[in-house]
């Protein structure tokens, strides 16, 4: 007597629904255990036999994904009692997996991207999904014609040898992205707003920006949409994409045809439901207003501002829901703000997991929000961005969950869940550099000492030129001194260096810097520096003549106090992507020691993503320094300008006030004043690697003294383009800078390689 899994029972089985089920036997097992079937089924010896039952069991053991076919046989052991059999033949094992045709990918990167392996059982489904994530990963390879099949071979008994069969052709490349019936933005501004889908150029060799992906030319079309809500397109719609490809099966067309609507402009404001403020303090607060052009992205920031406004006042599952009427015959749009409250909330316990190394004060310091306290939206974030900003942690993986304890409404626990990752660094690296001529390079570092939040570095370099451009610094920086809200460091530091034209100073000093927060993301420091400083090798006649006012005041010790505040809104420190940095600082030099100046520094920057990954960098310096009680200024202590650190058109120091020696030769005396405006874009060409493409503008100047009223002030100014790559022994910068309204007497361009990261 039988039975199929989706056919009708045996008639001769029917006959038996109804009697006690006295024992239940699987059949057919070769390497499955039995327990493994009986687990599956659901009638036990003792119940009466259906018919329902019987058909659900067949159902669950074939979910098990390890047979071909099942029988159901029953036999009457008496006249109330029945002996149910499940009769299965097993699917073939997966003795083999080869791969054909694979000409462009190699077969051990396709093994990686397949979930079935040899040995396992034979699962078509789970076959025709391998299919599947082969083909995307061919075209996320730029492969867009690639088609993946599969073949099944009988080998040994209850065995096959599964074959991948690939025809991956050539890459395509997209070659032209066409918008058709937009008529309010150019082709290529759209292009620009397509993260991730570009036409093929110079360098898409190196970042794939040629390659066609479907699933990411789909996220780049919602990027599209956004982008035009954003500009009050509010009605924009795209009609589904075309795809062309040339004869040759090498280049791809992509036509998108575009209902941009009409620009909406924005209506009235209004605030509804449970409502904790005046409507006054609510129109305040949002910043999308009447008569400006709609922006999506506004209004989202408008949600946000509420609902944490709520949430301050505890109330941390408030909804705060945007009605929007659009207006066709007044192109606006009015929104209704509707609130709804819900209860009073405040924090309960606060747990974090995941950190096996850094200890548990040193991310609670970080943190706005306490046991007990009320609920706050702002205060929670705030708290999540300080300790992503400390840098122990993975990108994206500091998580915080709110959890309502069992029975508690009015209580939410915080469960901060982290993913360490390496804080140490030891690097050994030699190069060139056209700044230090040949070095060798060794740094060991850790920002998150014994896990305890301490930084601790030394950095060594030795250049093998003539010019013996060697540096040594130990520094060490706890940001939380004796757990209290003050930081402590110090540095220990010798350079050797060689001024252009000049002669060598070699340098051996000390800094000892304390500082304390004295507002958000702001923090004042005093550092008392100790230096004492000599020269050698004097190069020119002029200047050996002339010692006593141009080589005499370097020499001796520098003994001075920095006092400085610094406000540093940057996401990342090392590499910025946004956010901003402003730092003010005044030097006093004259407890004690050889020189008497007062120097102050102010330094500004802007850091912001433009669109997709573009990033837009800005510095912005400013500074002078003035001699006290008569003394000569030292001239190491002047500013100079040129090099890779600032206007990188010119010459290391190559701007500013020099002295043309009796030979003809200028020599850089460096100003009492100057200013410095960098401004860069930045752009990655392989983001896993860390290699980057920068253009950049620089514009400023060092003078003798502060220019009156009359005087010239003028600016020198200069372009270039460069790369970066953020390598294992640290960043490393190829630029090529040329200068605007070039002098006789300088050099068109100038090549860098340095290495030290950018501003």
């Known amino acids: 007597m039988a039975s199929q899994a989706n056919g009708a029972l045996d008639s001769r089985l029917e006959k038996l629904i109804g009697k006690t089920l006295g024992e239940i036997q699987v059949q057919g097992l070769k390497r499955l255990e039995k327990e493994a079937v009986l687990g599956k089924i659901g009638m036990k010896a003792g119940q009466v036999l259906s018919q329902e039952q019987v058909r659900?069991?067949?159902?669950?053991?074939?979910?098990?994904?390890?047979?071909?076919?099942?029988?159901?046989?029953?036999?009457?052991?008496?006249?109330?009692?029945?002996?149910?059999?499940?009769?299965?033949?097993?699917?073939?094992?997966?003795?083999?997996?080869?791969?054909?045709?694979?000409?462009?990918?190699?077969?051990?990167?396709?093994r990686d991207v397949i979930k079935v392996k040899e040995w396992s059982i034979l699962d078509v489904n789970k076959v025709k999904e391998d299919v599947a994530l082969l083909q995307k990963h061919y075209e996320d390879k730029g492969f867009y014609l690639a088609k993946v099949s599969f073949s099944l071979r009988p080998g040994r008994t209850d065995q096959v040898e599964l074959t991948y069969r690939i025809n991956d052709y050539d890459k395509v490349q997209i070659k032209k992205i066409t918008f058709l019936n937009n008529r309010h933005f150019s082709d290529e501004k759209l292009k620009s707003?397509?993260?991730?889908?570009?036409?093929?150029?110079?360098?898409s060799f190196m970042n794939g920006s040629g390659n066609f992906k479907e699933s990411s030319f789909k996220?780049?079309?919602?990027?599209?949409?956004?982008?035009?809500?954003?500009?009050?397109?509010?009605?924009?719609?795209?009609?589904?994409?075309?795809?062309?490809?040339?004869?040759?099966?090498?280049?791809?067309?992509?036509?998108?045809?575009l209902d941009e609507g009409e620009q909406y402009q924005m209506g009235s404001t209004e605030f509804s439901g449970d409502l904790l403020f005046q409507k006054e303090e609510l129109h305040a607060d949002v910043t999308l207003a009447q008569g400006e052009t709609f922006s999506i992205s506004k209004r989202n920031l408008d949600i946000q501002k509420l609902t944490e406004k709520y949430q301050d006042l505890g109330y941390a599952f408030v909804n705060v829901i945007p009605k929007m009427n659009v207006k066709d015959d007044s192109r606006?749009?009015?929104?209704?703000y509707g609130f709804e409250k819900g209860n009073l909330v405040h924090f309960g316990e606060i747990n974090i997991v995941g950190n096996s190394k850094t200890h548990d004060k040193v991310i609670r310091r970080e943190l706005k929000i306490n046991e007990g306290e009320l609920y706050s939206g702002t205060k929670l974030r705030i708290s999540r961005e300080n300790v992503e900003r400390l840098g122990y942690f993975a990108p994206g993986e500091v998580v915080f969950n709110t959890v309502t304890p069992k029975g508690k409404n009015d209580i939410l626990n915080v469960e901060i869940s982290i993913k360490e990752r390496s804080t140490g660094t030891i690097t050994l690296g030699a190069g060139y550099g056209s700044v230090q001529g040949f070095f060798f390079t060794s740094t060991v570092s850790e920002i998150n000492l014994m896990g305890r939040g301490q930084t601790v570095s030394l950095q060594v370099q030795y250049s093998a030129s003539e010019t013996k451009n060697n540096s040594f610094n130990l520094g060490?920086?706890?940001?939380?001194?004796?757990?209290?809200?003050?930081?402590?460091?110090?540095d220990l530091y010798t350079i050797s260096f060689d001024v252009p034209l000049k002669y060598h100073t070699r340098k051996l000093g000390f800094d000892v810097r304390f500082g304390h927060p004295i507002g958000d993301y702001t923090n004042a420091f005093i550092t008392y520096k100790n230096e004492g400083l000599n020269i050698g090798d004097v190069r020119d006649q002029d200047l050996a003549n002339n010692h006593e006012n141009?080589?005499?005041?370097?020499?001796?010790?520098?003994?001075?106090?920095?006092?400085?505040?610094?406000?540093?809104?940057?996401?990342?420190?090392?590499?910025?992507?946004?956010?901003?940095?402003?730092?003010?600082?005044?030097?006093?030099?004259?407890?004690?020691?050889?020189?008497?100046?007062?120097?102050?520094?102010?330094?500004?920057?802007?850091?912001?993503?433009?669109?997709?990954?573009?990033?837009?960098?800005?510095?912005?310096?400013?500074?002078?320094?003035?001699?006290?009680?008569?003394?000569?200024?030292?001239?190491?202590?002047?500013?100079?300008?040129?090099?890779?650190?600032?206007?990188r058109g010119y010459d290391l120091f190559g701007l500013g006030p020099t002295l043309v020696t009796s030979s003809n030769r200028r020599i850089p005396l460096g100003g009492t004043f100057q200013t410095l405006g960098l401004f860069e874009l930045e752009y990655p060409l392989l983001r896993e690697a860390g290699l980057k493409f920068v253009t950049f503008f620089d514009a400023g100047?060092?003078?003798?003294?502060?220019?009156?009223?009359?005087?010239?002030?003028?600016?020198?100014?200069?372009?270039?383009?460069?790369?970066?790559?953020?390598?294992?022994?640290?960043?490393?910068?190829?630029?090529?800078?040329y200068p605007l309204a070039r002098r006789s007497d300088e050099s068109e361009s100038q090549f860098v390689f340095f290495i030290g990261p950018p501003f």
């Open 193 to 203: 707003v397509l993260a991730e889908t570009r036409e093929g150029g110079f360098f």
């Open 550 to 647: 141009l080589v005499d005041p370097d020499i001796g010790v520098l003994s001075s106090i920095v006092w400085s505040v610094v406000r540093d809104k940057r996401n990342n420190r090392f590499e910025t992507t946004d956010g901003e940095y402003q730092s003010l600082s005044l030097e006093t030099a004259g407890l004690g020691g050889d020189k008497n100046f007062i120097k102050w520094s102010l330094n500004s920057r802007f850091y912001r993503r433009l669109v997709g990954d573009l990033v837009f960098r800005n510095s912005i310096e400013v500074g002078q320094i003035t001699a006290i009680s008569g003394d000569q200024l030292p001239p190491s202590e002047k500013f100079y300008l040129g090099g890779p650190n600032n206007m």
């Open 476 to 490: 060490f920086t706890d940001p939380y001194a004796f757990d209290s809200r003050w930081s402590m460091g110090f």
């Open 56 to 110: 659900s069991d067949i159902k669950a053991i074939f979910g098990m994904g390890f047979f071909d076919d099942i029988e159901v046989t029953a036999e009457a052991l008496d006249t109330q009692r029945v002996k149910l059999a499940f009769n299965v033949k097993e699917r073939p094992v997966v003795s083999r997996v080869t791969f054909e045709g694979n000409e462009r990918i190699g077969t051990n990167d396709l």
């Open 219 to 257: 996220v780049d079309l919602q990027r599209l949409t956004y982008w035009y809500l954003d500009h009050g397109f509010v009605k924009f719609r795209y009609e589904n994409p075309v795809v062309t490809v040339s004869d040759d099966k090498k280049w791809l067309y992509l036509s998108v045809y």
């Open 701 to 737: 100047n060092t003078w003798e003294s502060l220019p009156k009223n009359g005087e010239p002030f003028t600016l020198r100014t200069d372009l270039g383009f460069g790369f970066r790559w953020f390598s294992p022994i640290g960043p490393l910068r190829f630029e090529f800078g």
């Open 332 to 336: 606006t749009v009015d929104i209704d």
